[in-house]
């Protein structure tokens, strides 16, 4: 057992569990870890990072955009680091993948070991991290260290909860909370942890649907996550946000995050921002970025069966 500066402890699943984890998502060669108080479960590589990630010195001119997995992240990166960085949609750092110019502080623990040799070997992750990193070694955590020497302002993706993050976060630093229909969630993360390698899930949705209940799934439990944030939603430096609104009334919900981000962009440019950050945009240039890794991460049959990162993008 490992104990964490967050309070944690840490113990490694282990027997009929594990087993059954492991027989049903491939991609979990490494273990699993389940933290306590809270129950949550983490791949093993946590462990190795936790202390850090706990400690992380976030700034006063970040903005953190934490979710449970599926939530609305990735278009809640776009939208942030477009207002901020991109309100007229003539920066030619958008171009540049989402997850270079928003790094994802705790992705490192998900990459198992031959994956991460592939991304060192990678021309572009390996130029962009020793762009921002020159000292720094890309085994030993390229998102984190990303993240830490990324240029103001920052914007970070996190899927950790408020729990396990420096307690002190929100009187230094803006969070976003994104969540969203745990239905679709499901669904999303079903599909997410066929598509992606490092999952690599095998089993059925009922299967899948479970492991969801039963707060088995990585990152889980999900309602403790969103609690933690719904507790804290009368913080001024806390915005929480439903993937639900963020669709059906999306200007409404630009025009909140305007205001709660100190941003000042005219309706004009929040139109803008609105029609760049569309699914129908973002997923178009999704397809666009032929992205050398793909094969390396995602299972091309499931790509080709069900789509890729960009599924649906819908309520239920
Ligand atoms: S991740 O991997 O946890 O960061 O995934 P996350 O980005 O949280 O969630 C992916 C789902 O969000 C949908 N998505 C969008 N919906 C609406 N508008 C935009 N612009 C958008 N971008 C991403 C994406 O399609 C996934 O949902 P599903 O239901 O699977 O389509």
Known sequence: MTHLASGHTAEAMQGEELERQERDFKGYTNGLVRLNPGGWVLPSAYTKFADRLYRFEFRESDVVVMTWP?????WMQEIVWTMRNNPDL?????????????PFMDFDMLVPGYMLELM?????????????CPDGDPMDGMFYQKAMEMADPRTIKTHLPFSLLHPQLLDTTKVVYVARNPKDVVVSYLHHSRLLKCHDFKGSLDQFVQYFVDDELVYGPYW??????WEKRDHPNLHFVFYEDLKSKNMDELQKLNQFMK?????????????HTSFSEMKAREDK???????????QDIVISDGGFFRKGLSI
């Open 120 to 132: 060192c070997q990678d021309k572009d992750l390996k130029s962009s991290f020793k762009e921002r």
């Open 70 to 74: 599926k939530c609305g992240t990735t």
């Open 289 to 299: 970025a032929i992205d050398p890794m793909d094969d390396a991460f995602m299972n």
């Open 90 to 102: 003539d920066n030619p750092q958008a171009m540049v993948p989402t997850h270079n110019r928003v």
């Open 263 to 275: 941003t000042n962009l005219t309706e004009e440019q929040l139109q803008k921002v609105a029609k």
């Open 224 to 229: 403790l996550h969103v609690k933690e944030a």
